[in-house]
């Protein structure tokens, strides 16, 4: 009966996860000793208590990453269970656990998390009659690398804007500089008998300079720095 290579397992998932994000366009993303502790801990947590949902230690994905020293600024998880009396190749149960994942909508939007950075990943193999392995595959963004933008009024008026639901007032000749864990849209209307809306998707180090326009009534230029004060 073939039995796998454990840590091969994880790293192999790792692969066929980043060339699923490949095919989707997406950007790779590395592994995380912090993000891989919290796995393999949860993953041998569930083995031995015969336990499968991601709050069976009455924390959730993100209190483990914190608890195993990761500052997150977005995180997310998924689950495997793999149970076959014949055993597993290596290859084998990597490519059945990230097929799993694959298949299941809440775990392919994680698997497709545009604005996810690293993972770690934990495969244990759990007490049972044939062989059976649970997989924990944690995505996050610390928050080192949260998005940041800049808004600047140049138009002589206030302005008022939203960003990921919240409304906020920028008065002439003032700027102001916003951190987020992911980009959302970025609306501007104008103070004034010409209200008329902006629309955009927040960028990471973008900066959005407001001017008066006399036909549309707000113009908005965009433009890229290296660094944000």
């Known amino acids: 009966m073939p039995l796998p290579d454990v840590p091969a397992v994880e790293q ?3 692969e066929m996860t980043n060339a699923f994000r490949r095919e989707n366009k997406l950007g790779q993303v590395t592994a995380s000793p ?3 502790k ?3 801990a949860y993953a041998a947590y569930l083995a031995k208590n015969n336990a499968f949902s991601h709050t069976a230690d009455n924390r959730d994905v993100g209190a483990r990453a914190t608890a195993s020293g990761y500052q997150w600024c977005s995180i997310g998880e998924n689950l495997a269970m793999n149970l076959d009396s014949r055993g597993f190749e290596t ?3 990597a490519r059945q656990t990230v097929e799993g994942w694959i298949n299941s909508p809440g775990h392919k939007a994680n698997l497709l998390g545009p604005h996810y950075t690293e993972i770690g990943v934990g495969v244990v193999q759990a007490p049972d009659k044939n062989p059976k392995y649970i997989a924990v595959q944690v995505f996050g963004r610390p ?3 949260k998005f940041t933008f800049q808004i600047a009024n140049a138009t002589g008026v206030p302005v008022s804007y939203t960003f990921s ?3 906020h007032d920028l008065s002439p000749s003032m700027s102001v500089t ?3 864990c992911t980009p959302g849209a970025l609306d501007f209307i104008k103070a004034g008998p010409k209200k008329v809306a902006a629309k955009f998707q927040a960028a990471d180090q973008t900066v959005y ?3 008066g326009d006399a036909k549309a009534g707000l113009k908005v230029e965009l433009s890229k720095r290296a660094t944000l004060e």
């Open 165 to 167: 639901g919240e409304t």
């Open 12 to 14: 192999v998932v790792i």
């Open 209 to 211: 300079t407001l001017k």
């Open 38 to 40: 919290a796995a393999r």
């Open 178 to 180: 916003h951190t987020a």
């Open 34 to 36: 912090a993000l891989t």
């Open 143 to 145: 928050q080192s690398a």
């Open 91 to 93: 290859r084998e149960l």
